[in-house]
């Protein structure tokens, strides 16, 4: 999964291709322009810029910045008609090193963008208090420091544009710096560790101030109600900073704000009616775990142009406004984890644009509203964990682009109505409709068989009877299958290999009987990486929650695992097992699984969690099982194995829970009787040599451990939760 990550940041070096493109138009333009060339001044400049730069980190600028030719020609260097250095466009070249400030020394530049690289050290106070800079922007890089503040001085800085964002700056925000720079219109410098107090007199200075976006810092003290004098001011980010206090009235006299963000921080009190109103153009506000309190005011739906809407996360109460259909414009609404109350059917969701709504983790009553089943752009409905209940109507089937879809934890009942209501919203990629339907028969029809594009289908938790269903095998785009915690029967069918894109099954706590069937090893996505390459990279819609802290946006990204516990299953561990090589996870506890555990699983090198706990196995542990060096929980407890503990790599990290409730077992370092036993001498120094090497996996064995909660959080909805509401338990 680490491993993944990595090659999903890097793929944002993607943004280095636009840009040579770019230069080169530059170029050739300069080469075009029949012009008189730069002064010497100038070239000495650059040079010494480059001179700041790593050598070989250059971005092979060294190739066109030759000593001696014109420097207008230089690469990423752009002159005015009459030859002096007016843009320097290097992003993304790679750079590294400091930037000189002698950059500041080039009288007639108006714009630097030095983004996208990795430079180094602070930003030379020189540049940004330039007399000619218009466009200053050096983010995405590793700058850090303090920014200086500037007394007022006699005359204004040009500067229109500011991006430092996404660098390591830190320290207080400049509040008198602003008194300069009146021509301001845009300010970036989120993602940094800047703190203290937000001054609003960056906007009592610019009048044509129009965007702010300090968000991803650690600013804290109050909102200034000064944001109000902001006249201008269209989009203002502050989320994700530890601000705290209530949204001040004067706030909402920037009524040109069109995008308010202030998700994440620490505010509290409520939206007021007759504040928010105020703002008529907003398109987007996002106020998701602020500590907001109270009602959803109904003149939110005055607010006609609004396309996203954010309140997730916060103590709102009360029923939504049946008003809020006519912000016909909405396309995203999250209302997730408040205590929002009532019917949603007071509310006409006839809104053509709807393309994401989040209800989930409320307490709304009654059916779905019908009215949703008109939003026929809708692609992902998540109404979980409230108290929804009732029938599906067949209108569901309006829903043609609907592709993710959360009920669970609710009280909806009849799942051969629910499925084949369904069967019409073809373009269903994520099904989540477990905690729901208690104690009905799982139907057996064969002509539910049409879910073509189903990737993600969980039905845990509803204490379903029958057998695991044939048309569960005809759903041939399946990769992730819960159907845990109910009380089905019968075996594990033999056409599970027939699911080939399946690598995450869980049919935990039912009472499914017989042998562990053997075509469960031989499920392609576990058994070959080439076959991983095949799955298709999507990412959800809505994120799918598996921890309270760990959500999933991708199914690719969900750990490779095998849960079968708390069955009946008899007969051996089957040893061609150990053809699952990308398994992450193996749980085969509470059964009652015989004869011992096969030498092949010591093959499963990926594995991170192995339990056979509460069996009857026998025999020995294998040895060899040291070499799975990301075992990071290993239990054989309450089984009847004898012989020693194997000793070495992860093996020293586990505590005796692991092997308890096995008479007959010995650790050598523990348990004294193991003397009677011949050890192996030169085994024992291997061990050691081995776990000099295993350390520094260990580290990553742990981490693995966070990302892999499958059976330590056993049973916890993948899909619904954020804060700690609903506590690691079981779901029995
Ligand atoms: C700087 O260059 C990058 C990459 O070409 C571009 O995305 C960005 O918009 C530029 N910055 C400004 C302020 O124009
Ligand atoms: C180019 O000029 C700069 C500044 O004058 C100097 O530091 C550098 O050594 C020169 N480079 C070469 C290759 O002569
Ligand atoms: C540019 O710098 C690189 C790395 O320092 C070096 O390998 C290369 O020869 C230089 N090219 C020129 C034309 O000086
Ligand atoms: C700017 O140029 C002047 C004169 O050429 C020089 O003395 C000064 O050091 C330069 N400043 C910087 C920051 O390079
Ligand atoms: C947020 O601010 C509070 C006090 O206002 C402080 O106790 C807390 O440590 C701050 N949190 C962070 C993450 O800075
Ligand atoms: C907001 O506007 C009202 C009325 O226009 C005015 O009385 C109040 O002082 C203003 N507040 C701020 C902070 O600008
Ligand atoms: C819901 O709104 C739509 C479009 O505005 C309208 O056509 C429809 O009559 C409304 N339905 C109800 C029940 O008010
Ligand atoms: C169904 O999904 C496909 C592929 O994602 C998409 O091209 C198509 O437009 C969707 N259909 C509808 C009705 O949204
Ligand atoms: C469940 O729905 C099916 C199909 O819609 C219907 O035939 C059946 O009678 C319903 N069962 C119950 C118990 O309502
Ligand atoms: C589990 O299966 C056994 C044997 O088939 C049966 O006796 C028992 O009643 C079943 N238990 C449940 C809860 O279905
Ligand atoms: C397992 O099956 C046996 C016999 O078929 C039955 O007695 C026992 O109750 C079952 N255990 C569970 C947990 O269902
Ligand atoms: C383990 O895998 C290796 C090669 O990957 C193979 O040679 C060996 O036979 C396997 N061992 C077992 C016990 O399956």
């Known amino acids: 999964m680490l491993q993944r990550l990595r090659c999903a940041s890097s793929s944002s070096d993607k943004a280095v291709m636009p840009f040579h493109g770019l230069a080169v138009v530059l170029l050739l333009l300069c080469f075009a322009s029949p012009t008189s060339s730069c002064t010497e001044h100038e070239a ?70 030095l983004s996208h690289n990795s430079l180094e050290g602070s930003l030379p106070v020189e540049l940004f208090f330039s007399r000619s800079i218009v466009v200053l922007d050096v983010s995405f890089n590793r700058l850090g420091g303090h920014l200086q503040e500037i007394q007022s001085s006699s005359h204004g800085f040009p500067i229109k544009v500011l991006n430092i964002s996404s660098n390591s700056f830190t320290g207080p925000f400049p509040s008198k710096t602003w008194k300069a720079t009146k021509s301001l219109v845009a300010l970036s410098a989120s993602h940094n560790s800047f703190e203290g107090p937000i001054s609003s007199s960056i906007c009592i200075n610019g009048p044509s101030f129009a965007m702010l976006d300090l968000s991803h810092n650690k600013f804290s003290g109050n909102i200034s109600p000064g944001f109000g004098s902001c006249s201008m001011l269209r989009v203002l980010k502050v989320g994700h900073n530890n601000l705290t206090g209530p949204l001040p009235d004067g706030l909402f006299n920037a009524t040109s704000l069109e995008h308010l963000s202030l998700a994440n921080n620490g505010l509290q009190g409520v939206l007021d009616g007759s504040s928010i109103v105020k703002l008529s153009r907003l398109t987007v506000l996002d106020l998701g775990l602020t500590g907001l309190s109270g009602k959803m005011p109904d003149s939110v739906s005055q607010l006609r142009r609004l396309e996203e809407l954010y309140l997730d996360n916060n103590n709102m109460s009360g029923e939504l406004p049946s008003t809020l259909g006519n912000c016909s414009n909405l396309r995203y609404i999250t209302i997730r984890n408040n205590s929002f109350i009532g019917d949603l059917s007071t ?81 269903l990629t994520s099904l989540l409709i477990g905690t729901n339907f208690k104690g009905e028969t799982i139907p057996q029809d064969e002509t539910i068989d049409v879910f073509e594009n189903l990737q993600v289908l969980t039905i845990d938790d509803c204490s379903l009877v029958g057998k695991i269903p044939l048309w569960i095998s005809k759903l041939a785009k399946l990769k992730m299958i819960d159907l845990s915690v109910n009380q089905l029967s019968g075996p594990i069918p033999s056409w599970i290999d027939e699911l080939g894109f399946l690598f995450y099954l869980d049919i935990s706590s039912n009472n499914l009987t017989g042998n562990i069937e053997i075509a469960l090893t031989k499920l392609p996505m576990l058994l070959l990486e080439e076959n991983v390459a095949k799955l298709d990279p999507k990412f959800l819609e809505l994120p799918v929650f598996w921890t309270p802290s760990r959500q999933y946006r991708m199914v690719s990204a969900f750990p490779r695992i095998l849960c079968l516990e708390n069955n009946n299953f008899t007969g051996i561990i089957p040893p061609e097992i150990g053809q699952l090589k990308l398994l992450d996870g193996l749980n085969l506890s509470s059964n009652s699984l015989t004869g011992e555990i096969p030498q092949e699983i010591c093959n499963l090198t990926n594995l991170q969690i192995l339990d056979l706990s509460n069996n009857q196995l026998t025999g020995e542990i294998p040895s060899a099982l040291s070499d799975l060096h990301f075992l990071s929980r290993f239990d054989v407890s309450n089984n009847k194995l004898e012989g020693e503990v194997p000793s070495g790599g992860q093996f020293d990290s586990f505590s005796n829970s692991s092997y308890s409730g096995n008479p007959k077992l010995c650790r050598p370092m523990i348990d004294n009787d193991c003397n009677s036993r011949p050890s192996s001498a030169s085994g024992k120094r291997r061990n050691n040599l081995r776990r000099a090497l295993v350390i520094g996996i260990t580290a990553g064995g742990l981490i693995a451990l966070i990302l892999l909660a499958c059976f330590l959080i056993a049973r916890l909805a993948y899909d619904d939760h954020t804060e700690n509401v609903v506590p690691l338990r079981r779901r029995r």
């Open 347 to 427: 509310v006409n969701f006839t809104m053509l644009d709807l393309r994401i709504a989040d209800f989930s983790m409320n307490l709304f009553t009654g059916p779905i509203p019908e009215s949703i089943y008109s939003c026929s752009n809708l692609v992902a409905l998540r109404l979980a964990y409230n108290n929804f209940h009732g029938h599906f109507s067949p209108r569901i089937g309006n829903l043609r682009s609907l592709s993710f879809f959360s009920i669970t934890n609710n009280s909806f009942k009849n799942i051969t109505n629910a499925l084949q209501m369904l069967k019409s919203c073809k373009n």
């Open 44 to 113: 000495t400049t650059l040079s010494d810029f480059l001179g700041g730069l790593v050598p070989g980190s250059n971005g092979g600028l060294n190739v066109s910045w030759v000593n001696g030719t014109d420097c207008c020609n230089w690469e990423g260097i752009v002159c005015s008609s009459d030859g002096i250095v007016t843009d320097v466009l290097l992003a993304s070249k790679g750079l590294r090193g400091v930037i000189s400030p002698s950059l500041a020394n080039l009288t007639g530049l108006l714009h630097l963008n």
